[in-house]
């Protein structure tokens, strides 16, 4: 057993791998601005895509999943997996709530995925491929996120991980906490799609 204060390395090391706002560097980079003045005003992939610059949205997402996956690895290296999980558990904090950004960061939907592919990889896949289904059937980005992350935690039971299934129950609730706006907004029909109709005329 690890004793709480063993905890606090990995936690912080995750955290400030988290904050860092790639989006927003990304975008400014590129002589776009500020992304947190487009679309949601989020700095992840989703919001990067509204300014039509699809390269610069992928790069996004490969850095965002990079953010959750890194602390994973660095952390599993030589200890135990729960150190990595909670490590990038706190990297998806730092990804919402970055301190270079007064708190104020993405969902963590690709970080939250990073995790899994570093720490259980078909339980990555499995999430990315129903974020997919959900977001292609229905084009609604907040939906997909909020379905495909509720699934992990059955994932890990059905791996019998259940030392770890706290990690996963608590990513599901920050999402659910960060989606807040996107669920109401959902109910009443107004959440915008992620492919308007005239995307394909």
Excluded at 78 to 105: D, Q, R, T
Excluded at 165 to 170: D, F, H, Q, V, Y
Aim: with cysteine; net charge positive; proline share 5%.
């Amino acid at each position: 057993m690890f004793q709480s204060y063993e905890y606090l390395f990995p936690l912080v090391i995750g955290y400030l791998i988290g904050s860092v706002p790639f989006g927003l560097i990304i975008t400014r980079a590129a002589g776009l601005g500020d992304i947190r003045k487009i679309g949601s005003g989020n700095i992840g992939a989703t919001n990067v895509l509204r300014t039509g610059q699809k390269f610069l949205a992928v790069f996004t997402l490969f850095f965002d999943i990079l953010k959750g996956s890194a602390p994973v690895l660095l952390f599993s290296a030589n200890s135990n997996l729960e150190f990595g999980l909670v490590a990038g558990a706190s990297a998806v904090f730092g990804h919402n709530f970055p301190i270079w950004l007064k708190f104020k960061g993405g969902k963590g939907v690709a970080t939250t995925i990073g995790i899994y592919l570093a720490a259980f990889w078909p339980v990555g896949i499995a999430t990315c491929v129903a974020w997919m289904l959900v977001a292609v059937t229905f084009r609604y980005s907040s939906l997909a996120a909020l379905v495909s992350l509720s699934l992990p935690p059955l994932y890990f039971c059905w791996l019998e991980k259940y030392g770890a299934l706290w990690i996963p129950l608590i990513l599901v609730a920050l999402s659910f906490f960060r989606h807040s706006g996107n669920i109401k907004r959902l109910a009443t029909g107004k959440e915008p799609k992620l492919f308007p109709k005239k995307d394909y005329e």
